[in-house]
DNA sequence: GGTTAGCACTCTCGGGAGCAGAGTGCTAAA
DNA sequence: TTTAGCACTCTGCTCCCGAGAGTGCTAACC
């Protein structure tokens, strides 16, 4: 499974012509292009060999070479270069962290906007889980003569607010929330509204009102499992000639959408290395088995989320393999130090 | 500028139809499907002098005919029918109502994906401007050890939260909060910082670390201004014919995103008539000549904020009219009692 | 034996040519 | 005023051809 020197250098260059090009690459411009000391003769007796054992294809038989999902895999595994983002890269990376950020959801869609920006491809984010997020307190402030805000605080600084009906004193109000502040601390929010809501129980005839309204709002809380995810805006994809025909646009967009196949994959995903990489056919989805992603992992408190890189296959996954993995740090970072 | 009877019915027919298969129209078709009761013909002649009043255009010398923007504009304005909304689609609507949002954004947002949903089109939904929503009170509340969480209640429901480093005890952080509540209710947003800023100046030296952040945060919310657009999915435009080419759709989610063209038309539009409908030409930038948009004014507290639809001129402007008025209603009755 | 030049072969892409189909405009008759 | 008829126009499709790019193979070369 290991190609000698020369193989892999005509691979390498193949890769990176066609990621640069976007169009079958021939033995010719690899000879010129890239000064391997041979002439194209010789690279297409390489490239045929490369052929045999599935590291390129032939979109017909008589053009250049594209490489095949096997040949992508071995040029991101053993010939990719670590590239560094530009200073200007950096930079837009940089500022997300410098401005403060009211609220946990803009901070999140920043990033998705950022990624997709610096990438030039469309960037995600999945927020941690509920699951492994624990309550740490809850306030409910009166706001009006007949409202009262209800304010929800998790470990890793996820603010939660919703305005209730509640004719209830703003002592009262404070009682409540302190009581449950004191016995809920560090219960999972999977768990939360159950929990409160057999604490609330018994005051049920008093403050009957605002009972519901507080353990349908953390339930609500728990469910909104669906705003987890932020995809920034496909129209850096418009750009690549791969997505010139809107019905393959059409499809990416759908399953990105639906929500919940980017979904399915991230969580289930536990990976090795770092930025896990996966290229068209390892997609377990059908409907993104010719684009790439790249991802990776950041943790928030006792749980963890995602942010990646979706683009087509011939993606430059050193770029994006640079931009994820400063992401995971500078996040993993962020969410440290605002717990 | 008017039209018989006749000529009236024939342009009818043939923006009916087109808005209905997109392709250019015939004499036959509407002879055939459009009972008035005289031959191809006739509506041949018809529609050659609907031509020469500039009501139609033909691609080609000799292909049927296509509604000139003109054409559209007397269809809005006289001959459209009121349609109704199907019950399916009210009920979308009206189910955005029933549960409850926790926050105004998510809310809006949800709004935007309804609007595009029901509309086949692209929702969008301009939120109320700071300079004329007022501060109600402010609250800051202990969430750490070393963190304070600052929330801000405006007078339309808009809560904001910032998390910020304090060790202040919570005692004071209520005095702070009281004091600045009694003093800035009323205040618009776009003042609230200054002024809190001078009210909290005394006390600088005590609490130097959170006045300042209570201050940028303040400052923060009013120039989010950037935030108050929010607009849906360009997925259905890619089923149009229109935006089979993919470059006339880069050209349109360019202008959108671009994010001041779309704010500062509908900013600056005092309009007359309830819904207002913007057909090809008659928008004011040019990226955005050859679609139209339909969109409404919500009032929400001493302020309002619009709601609306972009889509290809021929859109069905009965339907998009239908849902942009049921909108304006419900969200100004939803702000009204969200107060 | 590996490398290279040469050459025949294959396949795509772009530009006509030709043809069916749809639709028009005009004329003359009802 | 309306309508039937007909010549005309323009599109879209298919087919065809030639140019161009690139390959695979063979034979010569180092």
Chains 1, 2 share one sequence.
């Not at 601390?185 to 509204?193: E, I, K, N, Q």
């Not at 997609?283 to 408190?301: C, H, K, L, P, Q």
């Amino acid at each position: 499974m290991t190609l000698d020197e020369r193989k892999a250098r005509v691979l390498r260059a193949v890769v990176e012509e066609y990621i640069e090009t976007g169009m079958p690459v021939g033995s010719r411009v690899i000879a010129k292009r890239y000064r391997l000391g041979v002439s194209p003769a010789t690279i297409r007796n390489e490239m045929a060999d490369l052929e045999d054992t599935g590291y390129l294809d032939k979109p017909h038989t008589s053009s250049g070479r594209v490489p095949s999902d096997r040949g992508y895999r071995f040029y991101v595994d053993e010939l990719m270069p670590k590239k560094k983002l530009t200073a200007d890269e950096s930079r837009a990376i940089e500022s997300l962290f410098r401005t403060k950020m009211r609220d946990v959801v803009s901070f999140l869609r920043e990033v998705v906007r950022v990624v997709s920006e610096t990438s030039h491809y469309l960037g995600f984010v999945l927020g941690p889980d509920c699951e492994s997020v624990t309550f740490r307190s809850i306030h409910i402030l009166p706001a009006s003569s007949e409202k009262a805000l209800l304010v929800l605080i998790t470990d890793i600084g996820f603010v939660e607010t919703c305005l209730i009906e509640s004719d209830v004193p703003s002592e009262e109000l404070a009682g409540i929330s302190e009581m449950l502040s004191r016995n809920l601390t560090g219960v999972t929010m999977d768990r939360v509204a159950d929990k409160a809501y057999s604490l609330l129980k018994e005051e049920t005839s008093r403050y009957a009102m605002i009972v519901d309204q507080v353990v349908e709002f953390l339930r609500s809380v728990t469910m909104s499992e669906g705003e987890r995810l932020y995809v920034g805006s496909p129209v850096n994809l418009l750009n690549l000639p791969e997505f010139r025909d809107v019905e393959r646009l059409k499809g990416v967009m759908a399953a990105i959408e639906s929500n919940g196949i980017l979904k399915a994959i991230l969580t289930r995903s536990h990976d090795e290395t770092s930025p896990t990489i996966r290229i068209g056919v390892e997609n377990e989805d059908e409907s993104i088995r010719d684009i790439s992603m790249v991802y990776g992992t950041f943790s928030a408190g006792s749980t963890e989320g995602k942010v990646g890189i979706l683009g087509p296959k011939r993606m430059d996954y050193s770029k994006a393999v640079a931009i994820v993995s400063m992401l995971e740090d500078r996040l993993s970072g962020y969410f440290a130090r605002n717990r």
